[in-house]
């Protein structure tokens, strides 16, 4: 394959020549050329991995949450805890009572590397035991530690004494 | 230009894109991240900023490519016909 803009002297010269030359001071630049064209190769893969991601999150299907009772008022104390699952059954969520009217749920997989995260009540807050993660029982937003996002949390609503988680907000 | 400055270049460039890589690495790792972890924000200006560190990566090519050629083209008159061991 010859070199695009490569002028040759010699009509004779065989195309093989641009890119097996005989001279190893060409040659490098034989080497450097490939390599960088393999970069550009690389470079070109991962353009296609990040479209490749778009193209799947426009595609993707929007999570739709069922209604599902947790627990009832009367269950949990003022801070007390209550562990359910959901949406799923394999989605570990805790449900907290701060006070006689206010109920908060998060999602119990801590965001670092999906621990259980366990409400501490002196601190008024969640804490993950793994590397000392700790998160705000107002929000879920991370307070300290690796955990790179907040909490999800877990939408609730009371209809009498019966506490329903309705959503997940990421 | 002569070879020594030609090979300069061509390393320079190089470095360059290797960087440029460097860089979008870690935004399709950190795209992919934070999509699996549900988050969609990020996804379209990373897809926008790969694109543009794969327009320059393609015009490093090109440069280099372009040295190349000029240096090879000067120095071809006399480097392919002096050298005894060159295969015809
Ligand atoms: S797993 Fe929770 S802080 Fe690391």
Redesign the interface.
């Known amino acids: 394959m010859g070199?695009?803009?490569?002028?040759?002297?010699?009509t004779q010269?065989p195309v093989w020549?641009?890119e097996f030359?005989?001279?190893s001071?060409?040659e490098?630049?034989v080497t450097?050329?490939q390599?960088?064209?393999f970069?550009?190769l690389?470079?070109?893969g991962?353009?296609v991995?990040?479209?490749w991601?778009?193209v799947?999150?426009w595609f993707a299907a929007k999570p739709s949450f069922t209604p599902q009772p947790v627990s009832t008022a009367a269950e949990i104390p003022v801070g007390g805890v209550k562990l359910f699952s959901y949406p799923t059954p394999d989605d570990p969520c805790i449900l907290i009572r701060r006070s006689t009217d206010t109920f908060v749920a998060y999602s119990q997989k801590c965001?670092h590397l999906s621990c259980a995260v366990y409400y501490a009540r002196e601190q008024n807050r969640l804490e993950c035991p793994c590397h000392e993660g700790y998160f705000s029982i107002e929000d879920g937003s991370v307070l300290q530690g690796p955990p790179?996002?907040p909490l999800?949390r877990v939408t609730l609503k009371r209809e009498g004494n019966d506490i329903l988680a309705t959503g997940v907000e990421? | 230009m002569t070879r020594g400055r030609g090979i300069t270049a061509i390393d320079g460039a190089i470095a360059l894109i290797a960087i440029l890589l460097i860089v979008q690495m870690w935004l399709l790792t950190a795209t992919l991240e934070s999509y699996l972890a549900g988050h969609s924000e990020p996804i379209v200006p990373a897809a926008i900023l790969s694109g543009l560190i794969l327009a320059a990566c393609a015009g490093l090519f090109l440069f280099i490519q372009r040295i190349d050629a000029n240096i090879r083209s000067a120095e071809e008159p006399d480097s392919r016909h002096s050298s005894p061991s060159a295969p015809r």
């Open positions: 070199v695009r803009g490569l002028k040759r002297t010699s010269d020549r641009d030359s005989a001279q001071a060409t490098r630049y450097r050329r390599f960088s064209k970069l550009v690389t470079s070109l991962m353009f991995g990040n479209l991601i778009l799947r999150s965001t790179p996002r999800p990421i």
